[in-house]
């Protein structure tokens, strides 16, 4: 699970789906052949979101708000010349789903419930996924790193990085059986006293995994989606999906429009210094997890030479989003929309299935939380208001 800091600071953006990740590299998976020194063959390394913020820049997001959940001291519609929300006419470019878009979209859903079954009635083929379990030993005497100790291997020939060709060994061998396999290590290893040693690894097959995709069809979408979505049958699927992507092309579109279609006079600088906090408060709770200052997460993973620097880098997208929440806000005060605590409560049930959302006011303030319904509402008020051409 993601911290609250990183929760917090994401709940906005992808609401919005403006994303300001893009420069951002995820630490790489690293796989090590059997004879390393570490106990298992494949290990993955990544940042772990659920540690402390101890370096957190304390960002308070509530401080530019106001009770109501809109930016203290600003009246937006002083800052912007709407445009008619109230109807807003959209082509078919925009909200047609074509069916091959639709196919490719229900084929990622059912692959979704793809499941892995374990075979032991045939043999290792060329792109298999097998488990494994190995003893390696150099002149007749193991070493350390070279023995799952029973707990099995998952490997995928010609995929998995083991030495030498010790996975293309596996082909034609079946489930059940156990032999020699006979590899070099590089003359370069790393490891002393296996540099260019011949090795042989007692291998055993444990099963292959297979990957089984279920069948489309009336009982699969009944017993999947009859409680959570009310389709009993493959229609219904197709139905629901189309009008979810269309919902959401037209949602995408209507982000952009709003600020097309709007004359901005002037964005405070409150709101623009909101997102710049935002965006550091966020990836200061990476840095964190790694164990890092900012500056250096900043140069390592983003690619830039500080926080200043990663400022600079993001000004244009943050007076854009600056931008847009000011629409959304002028909408919200010409529309006179005002929440109650629990209009809030009631959007977290409906949103997230849940109702005890006390943390997250614990660490973002009520007014926080308000302007994330509000902006939700005001983006649902300008769907409903579309007309499609």
């Not at 291997?153 to 010790?166: E, N, P």
């Not at 070099?184 to 297979?210: R, S, W």
Request: one cysteine or more; glycine letters at 6%.
């Amino acid at each position: 699970m993601k911290s609250i800091k990183i929760l917090l600071a994401m709940m906005l953006t992808i609401a919005l789906t403006i994303g300001l990740m893009a420069g951002c590299s995820d630490k790489s998976e690293e796989t090590t052949a059997p004879g390393t020194t570490e106990s298992s063959p494949t290990e993955t390394t990544g940042a772990d979101t659920d540690g402390e913020d101890a370096n957190a820049i304390g960002f308070d997001y509530s401080e530019s708000l106001d009770e109501k959940g809109f930016w203290k001291d600003v009246t937006a519609l002083d800052h912007v010349t709407l445009f008619d929300y109230k109807k807003i006419e959209i082509g078919e470019d925009v909200h047609a789903i074509s069916d091959d878009e639709l196919k490719q979209q229900i084929d990622s859903l059912v692959n979704s419930y793809a499941e892995d079954v374990k075979v032991e009635d045939r043999a290792v083929v060329d792109g298999d996924t097998v488990n494994i379990d190995y003893v390696g030993s150099v002149d007749g005497v193991e070493f350390q790193g070279g023995n799952t100790q029973g707990n099995g291997a998952d490997v995928t020939i010609g995929k998995t990085t083991y030495i030498d060709d010790f996975l293309q060994q596996l082909i034609g061998h079946k489930p059940g059986e156990t032999f020699d396999v006979e590899v070099t290590f590089p003359a370069d290893y790393g490891v002393e006293e296996l540099n260019g040693k011949d090795a042989v690894f007692v291998t055993t097959i444990n099963h292959i995994l297979e990957t089984k995709v279920p069948e489309l069809n009336d009982e699969f979408v009944t017993s999947n989606f009859a409680e959570s979505e009310s389709w009993k049958t493959v229609a219904d699927l197709n139905e629901g999906i189309r009008s979810e992507m269309q919902k959401s092309a037209i949602s995408v579109y209507l982000q952009d429009y709003v600020i097309d279609a709007s004359t901005v006079s002037s964005v405070p600088e409150s709101l623009i210094e909101f997102q710049e906090k935002s965006m550091l408060d966020y990836y200061q709770g990476y840095a964190a997890s790694y164990g890092v200052e900012l500056d250096e997460f900043a140069k390592t993973y983003l690619q830039v030479e500080n926080t200043e620097a990663l400022l600079a880098a993001n000004r244009e997208q943050n007076e854009e989003m600056a931008k847009f929440y000011l629409i959304i806000q002028a909408i919200a005060e010409d529309a006179e929309l005002a929440l109650s605590d629990d209009d809030v409560k009631e959007y977290f049930i409906k949103q997230y299935s849940e109702d005890d959302y006390s943390a997250l006011v614990e660490n973002a303030g009520m007014p926080y939380m308000k302007m994330i319904v509000i902006n939700q509402r005001v983006l649902e008020e300008l769907q409903e208001n579309v007309v499609l051409a």
